[in-house]
C-alpha cells in the first residue's frame, strides 16, 4: 500500500517542512487523513521516521517529524527509484506521442490526396 511514489512525496514533504501536520500531508498528497496516518506510522515503523512533540507548542498534540539517518538514507535510494520510474514514463510517453502524431500526418496526407 505504501509505494515508492507516496514514500518518496512523504519523505520530502518532512524534509522541508518537519513541522506539518497530517491534515496538510494529506491535502499534499491528495489521500485521505486516515490513508497518511497509516503512512506515517508505517515510515516510523520501519526507522525511517521519527516524531517528537513541539515543546512550546500551545497545541500539546503537535508533533515534528523528523528524517532519521536511515530514512535520509532511503530518500535517496528512492528518489533514484523514483525518477527512473518518471523517466520510464516519460520515454513511454513520447513514443506514444511520435506515434500518434505520425499516424496523423499520416492519415491527413491520406486525405489530401483522395481529395486532389
Known amino acids: 500500500m505504501l509505494t515508492d511514489e507516496y514514500r518518496y512525496k512523504i519523505l520530502k514533504l518532512v524534509e522541508t517542512k518537519p513541522d506539518i501536520s497530517q491534515r496538510e500531508l494529506a491535502a499534499a498528497l491528495g489521500i485521505s487523513l486516515g490513508k497518511t ?12 521516521l521519527k516524531t517528537e512533540n513541539f515543546r512550546n507548542s500551545k497545541n500539546k498534540l503537535a508533533y515534528m517529524y523528523l528524517l532519521t539517518p536511515s530514512g535520509i538514507e532511503e530518500k535517496a535510494k528512492i528518489t533514484v527509484r523514483f525518477l527512473q520510474y518518471k523517466m520510464q514514463q516519460y520515454e513511454a510517453l513520447q ?13 491527413h496526407a491520406n486525405i489530401r490526396s483522395d481529395t486532389i
Open 37 to 48: 496516518n497509516f503512512c506515517l506510522k508505517a515510515l516510523i515503523t520501519v526507522g525511517l
Open 95 to 107: 513514443a506514444e506521442i511520435e506515434d500518434i502524431t505520425a499516424n496523423a500526418v499520416s492519415a
